[in-house]
């Protein structure tokens, strides 16, 4: 009976390490030497003689114009992963982890395979359209998500993370029925 034990915990140990090395949000570009950075900037470089005034992307006027573009006026459900999670929401790895967000979000944390979190997604995509510019929403699929899922230790799905404008989180595990009245609350 012991064997049978060791051997199942050692399965489970093993897949989250695969799992962990799986995500692959996680990973990161290798560092490139100064004259790699130089070479690879003339490369990049384009006439712009060639291009008309409709082949010019358009320039929002500041960063923070970009942010608010990308972000809080779609209206969407976005759907990210761990890194994106770390720049848009908190970066949890970081020592001093805060809230990121301009605003209130919530966050979605599903697998396709679940039918909660099927049934579930409908109902976040219609409070995305109905507080579009008010409240953010994110969905992030935690198998592809190992080193996250672990880190906020997520063992049932759906698990929504709802962050008022200072950043408080609220977790809520399973699909609630008063979601709706939830988010009426972040938004104000």
Known sequence: MK??????LGIVVALFIFAWMLDDEETTEPEMKP???????EENKKPEQSKT???????????????KAAVWADGKV????????????INYTSSDAKY?????????????????????????????KKYKGKVQFFK?????????TSHY????????????????MEKIVG???NLAEKVERLAR
Not at 3 to 8: E, M, N, R, V, Y
Request: glycine fraction near 6%; proline fraction near 7%.
């Open 100 to 128: 990121l967000g301009e605003g209130p979000c919530v966050v979605d944390l599903y697998a396709s395979w679940c039918a909660p979190c099927m049934a579930l997604a409908p109902h976040v995509e219609e409070l995305a």
């Open 78 to 89: 976005a759907r990210i992963g761990a890194a994106e999670y770390r720049r848009r929401v």
């Open 153 to 168: 230790n997520i063992r049932s799905i759906p698990t929504l993370f709802l962050f008022d404008k200072n950043g408080k």
């Open 53 to 67: 005034a409709e082949d010019k992307p358009r320039k929002p006027k500041t960063k923070s114009d970009t942010k």
């Open 175 to 177: 699909a609630p029925t």
């Open 140 to 148: 992030i699929d935690v198998d592809d998500n190992g080193a996250l």
């Open 35 to 41: 004259a790699q950075v130089d070479k690879k900037a």
């Open 3 to 8: 064997t049978i034990i060791k051997f199942g």
